[in-house]
């Protein structure tokens, strides 16, 4: 598995805001920003409080970490990656949002097709 970390500085969060491009569907909002050099790819999350309690917002970002890494190997390396999810997301299953997250990454032009990722 390729090497993935995250985004956590608020400094971080902003050049791939400036500098990415975006790209969007109903339920999700990704910003990528693409860099040479390096040799792992980060991830930043984003969820509104409009999702719901914090038990709400932390369950949509696990579910989104797991799904994000189950295609780190069919991502490209040494880009940021910032998700933002939208106000469906709170009633989607696991399925639903692994579906829709993989659309806008293909929309993205940053997934390939390699392999066919197991449904849960």
């Known amino acids: 598995m390729k090497t993935l970390k995250r985004l956590k500085k608020n400094q971080d969060f902003q050049v791939v805001f400036k500098e990415?491009?975006?790209?969007?569907?109903?339920?999700?909002v990704v910003y990528v920003l693409r860099h040479n050099g390096k040799s792992y790819s980060?991830?930043?999350l984003s969820v509104s409080k409009k999702m719901g309690n914090a038990v709400m917002r932390n369950h949509i970002k696990r579910s989104i970490k797991?799904?994000?890494y189950k295609f780190a190997d069919r991502l490209e390396t040494e880009n940021d990656y910032i998700i933002i999810s939208r106000k469906p997301v709170s009633t989607m299953s696991h399925v639903?949002?692994?579906?829709s997250l993989e659309?806008?990454?293909k929309k993205a032009?940053?997934?390939s097709n390699s392999c066919?990722?197991?449904q849960i």
């Open 42 to 44: 980060r991830l930043g």
């Open 116 to 118: 066919k990722v197991p």
């Open 109 to 111: 032009r940053v997934l």
């Open 66 to 68: 797991a799904i994000f």
């Open 96 to 99: 639903e949002m692994q579906k």
């Open 103 to 105: 659309h806008v990454l």
């Open 20 to 28: 990415g491009k975006s790209f969007a569907n109903r339920q999700f």
